[in-house]
């Protein structure tokens, strides 16, 4: 069986709005992102560039923003298996955030896909299917920590 997409959502006590901001402001990703990346640019706009050190596999990440519809809609392409490399369909997954009203809170959805077709070279295996499985639900709980954090400010 060959699988292609993680879907893994959680629910934020926070409005859209302010989840929007922890997600696409380049001082809050560089917080949920932390634990494995450095944001060194964040072009926030379609085409726009989001370069990524990995400092702990000594590498440069290149991602190209696809989507920018605030507060509803962030997704970029990017190409974790290929560091220094332009993602494109081949090369990359697709990493797509969405955001939807809750009531007083927000419903936060983070789907990557692209996996079917991606060739994964040796020794980079960390960047497959079952490792991001794995790290979206800490990441996800990152983002509502802080959101949650800055809601109650």
């Given at each position: 069986m060959t699988v292609d997409r993680i879907e893994k959502d959680i629910r934020v006590a926070a409005s859209v709005e302010q989840v929007w901001?922890?997600?696409?402001?380049?001082?809050?990703?560089?917080?949920?992102?932390?634990?494995?990346?450095?944001?060194?640019?964040?072009?926030?706009?379609?085409?726009?560039?989001?370069?990524?050190?990995?400092?702990?596999?000594?590498?440069?990440?290149?991602?190209?923003?696809v989507t920018v519809d605030p507060p509803h809609v962030f997704s970029y392409r990017w190409a974790e298996a290929y560091?220094?490399?332009?993602?494109?369909?081949?090369?990359?997954?697709?990493?797509?955030?969405?955001?939807?009203?809750?009531?007083?809170?927000?419903?936060?959805?983070?789907?990557?896909?692209?996996?079917?077709?991606?060739?994964?070279p040796a020794g980079r295996e960390y960047v497959g299917f079952e490792s991001h499985s794995r790290g979206w639900p800490v990441f996800l709980d990152e983002i509502r920590t802080r959101t949650e954090e800055l809601a109650l400010k």
């Open positions: 901001a922890v997600i696409t402001e380049r001082k809050h990703m560089e917080e949920w992102l932390s634990r494995g990346f450095i944001v060194k640019e964040l072009d926030l706009r379609p085409g726009g560039l989001l370069l990524l050190n990995q400092e702990s596999k000594n590498a440069t990440l290149l991602a190209r923003i560091p220094g490399a332009e993602p494109t369909e081949e090369n990359s997954t697709l990493v797509e955030f969405r955001l939807t009203r809750d009531g007083d809170a927000t419903v936060l959805q983070v789907t990557e896909s692209g996996y079917a077709n991606l060739a994964i």
